[in-house]
Nanobody, 121 residues
Framework: QVQLVESGGDLVQPGGSLRLSCTASGDIFSIHTMGWYRQAPGKERELVADITGHTSTNYADSVKGRFSISRDNADSAVYLSMNTLKPEDTGVYYC???????????????WGRGTQVTVSS
C-alpha cells in the first residue's frame, strides 16, 4: 500500500511561480515512477510530468521549459516546480505513483487527493 499527500496549491497571478510537494508513505521502496497529473473543470485528467529513478523525466508539451519535476534521494517525496504560470495551468493537481505488484505482476496506480492550483489575475 502507498499513501500520497499533495500540498502547495494556491491562487497565483499569470506569470507567477508555485512549487507542489507530494509525500509518500507505506511501501515506498517499490515505487519506481512518480508523477503529477492535473484535471481542469470539464476535462479529463492529463499527465503533466513524471520521473523514473532520479534522472528519467517526461513532460507534457504544454509545460516543457516551465515546469520541473524532482524526487528526493529517499524516494519519499516528489516535487513540481512551476513558473511562468498561465491561466490554462489551472486545475487540481494529483500526485501519482506506479508500481508492479504480485505474481504475476500487475500495474497499480496510487493517487493523492489533489491540490488546487488557480492561475488568475
Amino acid at each position: 500500500q502507498v499513501q500520497l499527500v499533495e500540498s502547495g496549491g494556491d491562487l497565483v497571478q499569470p506569470g507567477g511561480s508555485l512549487r507542489l510537494s507530494c509525500t509518500a508513505s507505506g511501501d515506498i521502496f517499490s515505487i519506481h515512477t512518480m508523477g503529477w497529473y492535473r484535471q481542469a473543470p470539464g476535462k479529463e485528467r492529463e499527465l503533466v510530468a513524471d520521473i523514473t529513478g532520479h534522472t528519467s523525466t517526461n513532460y507534457a508539451d504544454s509545460v516543457k521549459g516551465r515546469f520541473s519535476i524532482s524526487r528526493d534521494n529517499a524516494d519519499s517525496a516528489v516535487y513540481l516546480s512551476m513558473n511562468t504560470l498561465k491561466p490554462e495551468d489551472t486545475g487540481v493537481y494529483y500526485c501519482n505513483a506506479k508500481r508492479l505488484e504480485g505474481l504475476p505482476p500487475k500495474m497499480y496506480d496510487y493517487w493523492g487527493r489533489g491540490t488546487q492550483v488557480t492561475v488568475s489575475s
